[in-house]
């Protein structure tokens, strides 16, 4: 079945923003004397919702912070960087949005981050106008592994799973692809290259290789 839409996780994928959300989960624990290391959020937190992640961080450290607060609190100060830093630049982003228009792909964010920061970055990016429909954790009940977010990406869509193929830097987020049935590519980063992988997955070393292997695909 021919390609026809782009599902793209956001936090690692799109944005180098997973250093952020580092720096925001400690600034929040700091005053709470608990600090995460790049090594521990690496192995905790990358990949998951900033929901789940609060219920992590709780059963890690054997904590009872209320979850929502944590939350709200994170996601708060993540915001605040997104609108006052200069955002990571990577111009494939926009080269691969832009062609995937061009080619006729529908084009979807499914994200385990919040769509207030997903929203904000888009703004800031100038990406919201070549992005079709955003699947944020606030939209469904099940973070990634679950499908759940893929699957309403699906529906939104009209599409099969056999018609779309997402790309996703995290294990996590490759599972949730794949019990969702659609063909999954891994761009991993520092925060991930050390994850075990599913068999099912194809691994790219850029967005570039992405755009060529679908390119590909469409092709035949």
Not at 35 to 62: D, K, P, W
Request: with cysteine; net charge negative.
């Amino acid at each position: 079945m021919t390609i026809q839409g782009l599902l793209l996780d956001f936090d690692g994928t799109l944005l180098d923003s997973e250093p952020w959300h580092h720096q925001a989960w400690n600034a929040v624990l700091w005053e709470h004397q608990i600090q995460l290391t790049e090594a521990q959020y690496m192995e905790l937190l990358v990949g998951h919702s900033t929901a789940h992640c609060a219920g992590i961080v709780n059963r890690h450290f054997g904590t009872s912070f209320a979850e929502k607060w944590l939350v709200d609190t994170v996601d708060a100060q993540v915001n605040e960087w997104f609108h006052s830093r200069p955002l990571p630049e990577n111009s494939e982003v926009e080269t691969l949005l832009r062609w995937s228009r061009k080619a006729g792909l529908r084009v979807a964010v499914v994200t385990g981050s919040s769509r207030l920061l997903v929203e904000t970055a888009l703004e800031r990016t100038g990406w919201q106008q070549l992005i079709e429909l955003i699947v944020a954790d606030d939209d469904v009940q099940h973070g990634k592994p679950h499908p759940e977010g893929y699957l309403a990406a699906l529906q939104q869509f009209g599409l099969e799973p056999e018609a779309a193929v997402a790309i996703e830097d995290s294990a996590t987020g490759a599972a949730a692809a794949l019990a969702a049935g659609v063909a999954c590519l891994i761009c991993s980063n520092r925060f991930t290259d050390q994850q075990s992988f599913p068999e099912d997955t194809h691994r790219i070393r850029s967005l570039q290789d992405a755009q060529r292997w679908i390119g590909e695909r469409l092709a035949e």
